[in-house]
């Protein structure tokens, strides 16, 4: 997963990817793992994803926060090789 | 929208066969376009991100462009039917008016595109180009080449777009809509050499649809991921 190549959409997919497939509320940290991004970078992406609906974000019972998704975000991930394609055709 | 006399902008032009034939091959390629502004509309939803929305607004004034064009020749034909020497002060008023919103239209349609491929966003800079453009426009609206002039003019620079994003991606939906791009800018192309040969204005029109469905089949490639 080189970030180098990655585009923006492709991020985000990997994000969202990182947090259905943990199926519950997800740290940072195992995020910062699955993304493949420096601190400052996820902290930017999460302020989007959060800003668009697609995660919400949550304290559990130490005050920790936890990031799951929302349905804007499944739709996204169903979604995701059609909006790609469509994306890179017209180069949008 | 057929090269015309000096004294009605859409006198009817092309070979006699083709009459209602130019106006179905716009009409197919009016509902490609609105299928282009649906995807570009159900894209920009889904990913909350208005990257999607020059392409989407770009195609909808083409498609508003189309209606206004299609409607003109119905009206127009109705009238005729009605009989032309009875309705001929009517016929002109509603072919000039049809006339001239098909080309602010279709016009201000590829403006949105052009200043979506050249990257302008400074205010200023995006006034220019849109008052320069309108302004030939409204010329355009007596004056057939000058409209067709201008859309070769700004389709070269969205093709110019669609031939780098090509090569930066290489793939098959990329090449496929800068083909189709290249195809609709070729019907310009031929429009305006019309007045030398009938067979140049049936090529334009072919050559147009052929882009639209070149275009459609990205977007079914796109759906069937």
């Given at each position: 997963m080189s970030d180098k190549k990655r585009t923006h959409l492709d991020i985000v997919h990997d994000i969202l990817s990182a947090m259905r497939d943990k199926k519950e509320p997800i740290v940072p940290t195992h995020l910062l793992y699955r993304s493949n991004l420096s601190h400052d970078r996820l902290k930017i992406y999460l302020d989007e994803l959060i800003q668009k609906s697609f995660i919400a974000e949550t304290e559990d019972k130490a005050g920790k926060k936890r990031y799951q998704l929302t349905d804007d975000g499944y739709k996204f991930l169903q979604n995701f090789q059609q909006l790609r394609e469509f994306t890179k055709s017209f180069g949008l | 929208m057929p090269v015309g006399s000096e004294m009605v902008p859409i006198a009817i032009s092309g070979p006699v066969w083709f009459i209602g034939i130019d106006a179905v091959l716009e009409a197919v390629s009016g509902v490609i376009a609105l299928l282009i502004v649906l995807a570009c509309f159900r894209y920009a939803k889904l990913?909350?991100?208005?990257?999607?929305a020059p392409l989407g607004w770009g195609f909808l004034l083409l498609f508003l462009g189309f209606i206004a064009q299609l409607t003109t020749s119905f009206a127009i034909w109705q009238r005729v039917k009605e009989g032309v020497l009875q309705n001929i002060v009517e016929i002109t008023e509603l072919a000039y008016v049809g006339h001239a919103a098909y080309v602010l239209l279709t016009i201000s349609g590829l403006i949105v595109l052009a200043l979506w491929a050249l990257r302008i966003k400074e205010h200023l800079h995006v006034a220019l180009v849109v008052a320069l453009a309108l302004f030939l426009a409204i010329i355009g609206i007596t004056s057939q080449p000058v409209v067709l002039l201008l859309s070769v003019t700004l389709l070269a620079f969205v093709c110019l777009r669609f031939y780098m994003n090509a090569c930066e991606q290489n793939t098959a939906g990329a090449w496929e809509v800068l083909v189709g791009f290249m195809l609709i800018l070729g019907s310009q192309l031929a429009l305006l050499l019309a007045p030398i040969s009938n067979q140049w204005y049936v090529g334009g029109y072919v050559a147009h649809v052929i882009g639209y469905l070149v275009l459609l089949g990205v977007l079914a490639q796109v759906v069937r991921k």
């Open positions: - | 990913a909350k991100d208005n990257r999607y």
